[in-house]
């Protein structure tokens, strides 16, 4: 994978193999300056689920989803609200669905999968660990480092196991 910034550079490299990364590539053919995408990293945390309301944007994954529902509720110790989406439900999904869906369309647009880490990123330089990559364009999907003192949330789902089914839709 090693190349100078003389030689064929790649139009487009996305860096990140998670779902910001993949959804992307999905639609390589779209991207401007070419369709030459090389895709590095690839996300390796286990399956887990999404949770989206279910709209124009979100159609592709309609065929993937696990369960839909219609109306929810808050429920706190003072107070119980039910909200409803007539038109917009909330949807669940596998990820493993999504991201292997995706990684298939990308491939069939011709996006090259790399399993290279990308160690740094100078201007259009990817130095990973099997070597550099030039690109025009650099798509960089990873999560940003927050400041000091600064906090992000993040959601991290549980899976919870009981003897008899408990789950109401």
């Known amino acids: 994978m090693s190349m100078s910034a003389k ?10 193999g998670g779902c910001a990364g ?8 779209k991207l401007k300056r070419g369709v030459t995408v090389m895709l590095t990293g690839r996300d390796k945390r286990q399956d887990h689920s ?10 592709d994954a309609a065929p993937m ?4 529902w219609h109306k929810w509720q808050i429920i706190t110790p003072n107070k119980k609200i039910t909200q409803s989406a ?14 292997s869906a995706c990684r298939d369309e990308a491939q069939a ?3 090259q999968l790399s399993s290279a880490s990308v160690q740094d990123v100078q201007g259009n330089i990817i130095t990973t660990d099997q070597g550099s990559i030039s690109a025009e364009v650099i798509y960089d999907s990873r999560p940003t480092q927050p400041p000091n003192g600064i906090m992000i949330q993040s959601f991290i ?3 919870i196991q009981t003897a008899m089914p408990v789950f109401d839709p």
């Open 7 to 16: 030689e064929n550079t790649i139009t487009n490299v996305i860096i990140g």
């Open 157 to 159: 789902g549980h899976e």
């Open 50 to 59: 999404w949770g989206f309301f279910l709209n124009d944007d979100t159609k």
């Open 65 to 68: 989803v696990r369960k839909m």
């Open 22 to 29: 993949l959804s992307l590539a999905r639609h390589a053919d």
């Open 109 to 111: 647009q011709g996006v």
């Open 86 to 99: 007539k038109n917009h439900p909330y949807a669940g999904l596998e990820s493993k669905a999504w991201l």
